[in-house]
């Protein structure tokens, strides 16, 4: 593969801001192997986080600035390997009787310094979940600096609003375990015939396949499958599958289709290549993620995380005023109360009689609900299963669905009053029977 040396000559300066406390527990709640792996090899995730790619092409980062805040009375044991990998190591110990620590005040104060630096550093990476640090992204914009966010946990929609690129916390885990694979390289597409499928993207396929409005881009039959010699657009792939698999759900195609004609501006001219119009041109350039032109507006999506049923959720469910501005907020699933009530007891019923583990509990857990006529995707069940793991629940000890609705609903309140929303008694009520599927009530 030949790389054209414009895309490999960015070189961005970075400042890495790490909250070590808030990323290891949250880490340690959605998956301990994953926590163990970011507090004991940061040499390895730091090293793959040095290459990326973004709507301009490919880049390197350089880290300039490299320091992690750590409570050290209790994560003491893991600052040598943090300073074996040239960090900075800034000890916040626990300043008040909540044992709140004071990790979050030194991050803005070093980070401020950094701003007005005289090395203009290129982009600030906080890695946090913690919303306080929004004020911290906005100064950090207004000056003219990308940001990029890696989280650990549920982060506010307006601290991600504020980010250019964000790392969700499953990306981070994977990142972390298996930084070589992770590096976020983009694979050349196929010419000519359609992407090998991995056995996960090809049972997400399998039941999109034979429907002519829903299927994977490039499945044969496709219009606009690339033919000899048509070679693809490659720096509006690359943005479009950059866009794509760092996404939380399935993308509208007008969304898709303007990364890629800012990526590319002769699409617009050239007719999408002679393919007429996005989707088929998406069918040919980038085979392996699913697209689906209807329901309108049509949409694309990673296979390997999301399916057809997700469609529901990003198409829009018709919930109550109050219940829509919810989700809106928090990014919880857009299901109705039944919808929520057949997931949470499919969760329950997986838990207490198999072994709880996060990737196949869900898989089984999405494959009960559609069995049981829900359209619930993957997605809304990873959400939900992150969610109650955040609140403390432990899914291995087989809590009944009645434990598992409440930790959900206490959780979607502490998101939305996280998000300043102001909720009268009333509106918690609605709230927690809404998205308890009506359990708690019963």
């Keep these: 593969m030949t790389i054209d040396s414009t895309e490999t000559s960015r070189r961005l300066r970075c400042a890495l801001f790490v909250d070590f406390d808030n990323v290891y527990i949250g880490l340690q709640r959605l998956d301990p192997r994953a926590a163990e792996a970011f507090a004991s090899a940061p040499a390895h995730w730091l090293t793959a986080l040095e290459t990326g790619s973004d709507s301009d092409g490919e880049f390197t980062r350089r880290f300039l600035v490299r320091a992690c805040y750590l409570n050290p009375s209790v994560f003491s044991q893991f600052r040598p390997n943090f300073t074996r990998a040239g960090f900075s190591v800034v000890d916040c110990p626990s300043l008040t009787q909540q044992g709140k620590s004071s990790a979050d005040i030194n991050l803005v104060l070093d980070a401020v310094d950094a701003l007005s630096a005289g090395t203009r550093y290129d982009e600030f990476v906080i890695m946090s979940a913690d919303a306080d640090f929004t004020p911290l992204a906005l100064r950090c914009r207004a000056a003219d600096r990308r940001v990029t966010i890696i989280t650990a946990g549920p982060a506010a929609s307006a601290y991600r609003a504020v980010a250019d690129t964000v790392v969700t916390a499953d990306e981070l885990a994977e990142l972390v375990k298996n930084p070589e694979a992770a590096a976020l390289e983009d694979v050349p597409a196929p010419v000519g015939e359609t992407a090998i499928e991995t056995p996960a993207t090809g049972a997400e396929r399998g039941r999109s396949s034979t429907r002519s409005s829903t299927r994977p881009a490039g499945t044969p039959g496709t219009a606009g499958t690339a033919g000899p010699g048509q070679a693809p657009s490659g720096p509006a792939r690359k943005a479009v599958l950059r866009q794509v698999r760092s996404a939380d759900k399935p993308l509208t195609g007008g969304v898709v289709a303007q990364t890629a004609q800012k990526a590319d501006p002769t699409l617009l001219t050239s007719g999408w290549d002679g393919a007429g119009s996005f989707f088929p041109w998406l069918a040919r350039v980038a085979p392996e993620l699913g697209a689906a032109s209807r329901p309108a507006p049509g949409f694309v999506w990673d296979p390997k995380r999301f399916s057809e049923a997700d469609l529901t959720s990003a198409s829009g469910v018709d919930l109550p005023p109050l219940q829509r501005q919810v989700v809106e907020v928090t990014d919880i699933p857009n299901l109705p109360t039944d919808r929520y009530r057949i997931l949470l007891t499919a969760l329950a019923d997986d838990v207490r009689t198999t072994t709880f583990d996060r990737p196949e509990t869900?898989?089984?857990?999405?494959?009960?609900?559609?069995?049981?006529?829900?359209?619930?995707?993957?997605?809304?069940?990873?959400?939900?299963?992150?969610?109650?793991?955040?609140?403390?629940?432990?899914?291995?000890?087989?809590?009944?669905?009645?434990?598992?609705?409440?930790?959900?609903?206490?959780?979607?309140?502490?998101?939305?009053?996280?998000?300043?929303?102001?909720?009268?008694?009333?509106?918690?009520?609605?709230i927690r029977t809404w998205v308890s599927g009506g359990l708690l009530t019963r």
């Design 362 to 430: 869900s898989r089984r857990v999405r494959d009960a609900c559609q069995a049981a006529g829900a359209a619930v995707g993957r997605a809304s069940v990873n959400t939900v299963i992150s969610g109650v793991l955040y609140a403390g629940l432990d899914l291995a000890a087989r809590p009944t669905a009645k434990k598992v609705a409440e930790t959900w609903a206490d959780n979607v309140i502490g998101l939305c009053r996280g998000a300043r929303m102001e909720l009268g008694p009333q509106d918690v009520a609605a």
